[in-house]
């Protein structure tokens, strides 16, 4: 069966640190993954998505980045935090090929201080 | 680009029916689809709409009018472990994207 891990489940940073958020699927080959972004009682704001090893595209550029050096391996990733930074990060993964469900992460919880 | 609207807060007795509505706007419209979000936890999946019409899963029922790009997820026979957030999400046709919407909280009471 298919899996999906992100890690660390919480994390508090100072503002202007860097951030690098992991997550990684199991039990699948060349999925489309996915970054979103929750800020409190908000909805789902996409950040990034990917159809393929190093193919990402960018929803929201500003001061994010992210990167899919494996093909079950998505980094979500900041030089420099804002405050704004702060929220709900979820990965999510899907099949390629017609299939329409997503399949979320547990999510990292981020507080930029 | 996207735009996806539905209705904040929506309150509900145990028992009853309710409907959340989303409609909206896209280029390349694919489908749509309906995401249940507890408090603290991570979305899952409800159902799913490519073709207009009413699809039935259970007490969860949706329905897509492409035309008037419009779709709601029905719930009826509400109890109290319904009380989550409600998102709709459209897919892009041939892009793979999926946005979400801001998400209608549903608030079940006695």
């Known amino acids: 069966s298919q899996t999906i891990h992100q890690w660390p489940a919480t994390l508090v940073q100072p503002v202007g640190s860097p951030l690098s958020l992991e997550c990684t699927v199991e039990g699948t080959s060349n999925p489309n993954l996915y970054w979103y972004r929750q800020a409190a009682g908000r909805g789902l704001q996409l950040l990034f998505y990917?159809?393929?090893?190093?193919?990402i595209s960018s929803e929201v550029p500003q001061n994010l980045s992210a990167s899919r050096p494996q093909d079950r391996q998505f980094i979500l990733s900041s030089k420099k935090l804002l405050l704004s930074d702060s929220g709900f990060y979820l990965c999510?993964?899907?099949?390629?090929?017609?299939?329409?469900?997503?399949?979320f992460g547990p999510g990292t919880r981020l507080t930029v201080t | 680009g996207q735009s996806l609207e539905q209705p904040s807060e929506v309150t509900a007795v145990e028992g009853a029916i309710v409907q959340i509505n989303c409609t909206y706007q896209?280029?390349?419209?694919?489908?749509l689809s309906w995401y249940q979000q507890h408090d603290g936890g991570a979305p899952t999946f409800l159902s799913y709409?490519?073709?207009?019409g009413l699809e039935e899963t259970g007490r969860f029922s949706s329905f897509l009018s492409r035309s008037d790009s419009y779709g709601y997820l029905l719930l009826q026979e509400l109890q109290m472990k319904d009380s989550a957030s409600y998102f709709c999400a459209v897919e892009e046709e041939g892009y793979q994207k999926v946005t979400f919407g801001t998400g209608t909280k549903l608030q079940v009471i006695p």
């Open positions: 709409n490519a073709l207009d």
């Open positions: 990917s159809v393929g090893i190093g193919q």
């Open positions: 999510a993964w899907r099949e390629t090929g017609g299939s329409y469900e997503q399949y």
């Open positions: 896209t280029s390349g419209f694919y489908g």
